[in-house]
C-alpha cells in the first residue's frame, strides 16, 4: 500500500505508531466506544491466510490470558486490498528497548518491572503456550509504570529460517543455547530470553553480543557470557547461573532467579524487603478447566513455525488451555504525606510512593503507617487503582509543669486540670495551651510535636498596685506647688 488507510474495519485511523517490514501498526479509535486503540495490520503479500489464523489465535489467547501486564487484543478482521488485521490496547508509553537506549535503569525500577514481566510470562505458561519471542522490543512501558507483555509472535509470518531482514536480527540475540542447538523450545528458553532482557536493563548491553548474526549465535551456544568491566561479582554469579548452557543447571524458575538478583542488587533495605514480600506473594498457576482446540495446520506449516518465535498452539500439540484461578492487578499506591510503610495482609510492600504493585487474589487490606500519625487502614475494592490515600495525624502529649504549681491549664480555652499535669493534644491544626494562676500572668504557647515545653515554666508575677509611699511622695510635691 502506498497511502496509509483512513478507516480499519469500523475503526477511524489517527495515525502511524510504527512500521517494519512485516507491518504497521496505526493508532486508531472505536467511534462507539470512544477509546483509543492500536491496530497491527501486516503487509501484503506476507501470507495473509495463514496470518489471519494466527490473529485469531492471539485473540483467543488475549481473551483468555485476561492479565494486567500482557496486551489485551480486541478484535481480528481481514479488509480487501489491505489484509489481516488485529485490534489492541493501545499503551501510552514507550517500549522497554527503547526505555533501554534512554540510559541505565534504576535497580529498583528494574526489579518492579522484572516482577510484572515474570508474572505475564507465568500467566501465559500457565495457559500452556510457548511465547518464543521474549525481548525487550515486545514489551510496553506505560507512563503510570506498568509493564505489558505483548506481540505473541502470531502476526509475524513465515520465519521459519534465519534470514538477515530486519525483522529478524534482533530475535537471535535472546535465544537460548540449547534451541539453538536443535532441541525444542520449552519454558526454559522463554526464562533463558527474560534473564538477557534484565541483564540488558542494567547494563544496557548483552553478554553474548558480536558483530554478526552468526558470530552471536556461536557465541551464545559455545562461549560464556562477557560481563561489562566492573561487573559486580554478586551480579555475575547469579546471571552465570541463570544463563549455562545446560538448562538444568540454570535456576529453577524465574521467581528463584528474581530472588537471587534482588539479594545481589545495590537496593535499600526497605525497598530489598519490599520486593521480595512482592515476589513471595505471587499465586501458583493452577489448572481450572479445559478447552479442546482443533488441530487446523498442516504439519509442514507446524514445522516451519518452530523457529518462528510465535506462540504455537497446533505446533506444541495442546490439548487444553489452564487458567489462572487467581487474577492479578497492579496498584499505584501514594500517601499524603509521603513515606509511609504500606502493609497487604499484614506483608510489608515498602514506603509510599509505590508503584507497579502486583495484587494477587483474594489480597484485601492495605494498612499505612507512619510515625507522628494515626496507622490507616483501607479494604481493597475491585476497581482500584490508583490510591491516594491521606493520613490524619496522631495526637501527642506535652508535660506542664509550672513554677509556682498549681496553675490552671487551659487548651482552646477549655480546662484540662492544673500543672504539673500531661495534656493530649489533638493532631489536627494548631491548638493554644494557656496556664492562668491568681496573682500571676497568663502564660500562652501553641505546642509544637516533638518540641517540649519549659519544665517547669516560670510564671511572672503580676506588678503590683502602687504602694501609700508613693502616694505621700504625690502629696508632698503637690504642696509644694500650691
Do not use: C
Request: aromatic fraction near 8%.
Amino acid at each position: 500500500m502506498s497511502l496509509d488507510p483512513s478507516t480499519i474495519g469500523r475503526f477511524k485511523v489517527l495515525g502511524t505508531l510504527g512500521s517494519g517490514a512485516m507491518g504497521t501498526v496505526y493508532l486508531a479509535e472505536d467511534p462507539l466506544l470512544k477509546r483509543a486503540l492500536a491496530i497491527k495490520v501486516v503487509r501484503e503479500g506476507t501470507g495473509d491466510a495463514e496470518v489471519l489464523l494466527r490473529f485469531k489465535r492471539e485473540a483467543e489467547i488475549s481473551a483468555r490470558l485476561n492479565h494486567p501486564n500482557a496486551i489485551t487484543v480486541f478484535d481480528v478482521g481481514e479488509v480487501p486490498d489491505l489484509g489481516p488485521y488485529l485490534v489492541m490496547e493501545y499503551v501510552e508509553g514507550e517500549s522497554l528497548s527503547d526505555r533501554i537506549r534512554r540510559g541505565s535503569l534504576d535497580p529498583d525500577e528494574v526489579v518492579g518491572l522484572l516482577i510484572q514481566a515474570a508474572d505475564a510470562l507465568a500467566a501465559v505458561h500457565g495457559l500452556g503456550i510457548l511465547h518464543r519471542d521474549i525481548k525487550p522490543d515486545n514489551f510496553m512501558v506505560a507512563k503510570d509504570g506498568r509493564l505489558k507483555l505483548m506481540d505473541f509472535g502470531i502476526a509475524r509470518g513465515d520465519q521459519g529460517r534465519l534470514t538477515t531482514s530486519s525483522a529478524f536480527l534482533g530475535t537471535p540475540a535472546y535465544a537460548a543455547p540449547e534451541v539453538l542447538n536443535g532441541a525444542r523450545a520449552t519454558a526454559a528458553s522463554d526464562q533463558w530470553a527474560l534473564v538477557l532482557t534484565a541483564f540488558e536493563m542494567l547494563t544496557g548491553t548483552l553478554p553474548f553480543a558480536a558483530d554478526s548474526v552468526g558470530a552471536t549465535l556461536y557465541r551464545i551456544a559455545h562461549e560464556p557470557p562477557v560481563w561489562p568491566p566492573e561487573f559486580n561479582p554478586d551480579l555475575a554469579a547469579v546471571f552465570g547461573k541463570a544463563l549455562d548452557k545446560d538448562p538444568g543447571k540454570r535456576f529453577a524458575d524465574l521467581t528463584a532467579f528474581l530472588r537471587a538478583l534482588i539479594e545481589a542488587l545495590p537496593l535499600e533495605p526497605v525497598r530489598r524487603v519490599a520486593h521480595l514480600a512482592q515476589l513471595d506473594s505471587t499465586a501458583p498457576v493452577k489448572a481450572t478447566g479445559t478447552l479442546r482446540i482443533e488441530r487446523m495446520v498442516p504439519a509442514a506449516a507446524q514445522n516451519r513455525w518452530l523457529w518462528g518465535g510465535g506462540v504455537l498452539i497446533a505446533a506444541l500439540g495442546l490439548g487444553f488451555f489452564i487458567f489462572r484461578s487467581e487474577p492479578s492487578r497492579v496498584l499505584s499506591i501514594e500517601s499524603k504525606p509521603g513515606g509511609a510503610e504500606v502493609f497487604l495482609d499484614g506483608t510489608s510492600l515498602g514506603r509510599t510512593p509505590l508503584r507497579q504493585v502486583v495484587v494477587k487474589g483474594k489480597a484485601d487490606l492495605l494498612r499505612l503507617e507512619k510515625p507522628d500519625f494515626l496507622p490507616l487502614a483501607y479494604h481493597l475494592k475491585a476497581e482500584d487503582k490508583d490510591l491516594a490515600l491521606r493520613l490524619q495525624p496522631a495526637p501527642f502529649h506535652v508535660q506542664v509543669a509550672s513554677e509556682p504549681a498549681g496553675a490552671e491549664i487551659f487548651l482552646d480555652g477549655e480546662p484540662k486540670g492544673r500543672t504539673p499535669a500531661a495534656i493530649e493534644i489533638p493532631g489536627e491544626g494548631s491548638h493554644q495551651l494557656r496556664l492562668d494562676l491568681e496573682g500571676y500572668q497568663s502564660w500562652l504557647v501553641v505546642p509544637e510535636r516533638r518540641k517540649p515545653l519549659p519544665d517547669p515554666i516560670h510564671l511572672q508575677k503580676h506588678r503590683g498596685k502602687k504602694g501609700s509611699g508613693d502616694g505621700k511622695i504625690r502629696k508632698f510635691f503637690k504642696g509644694i506647688f500650691q
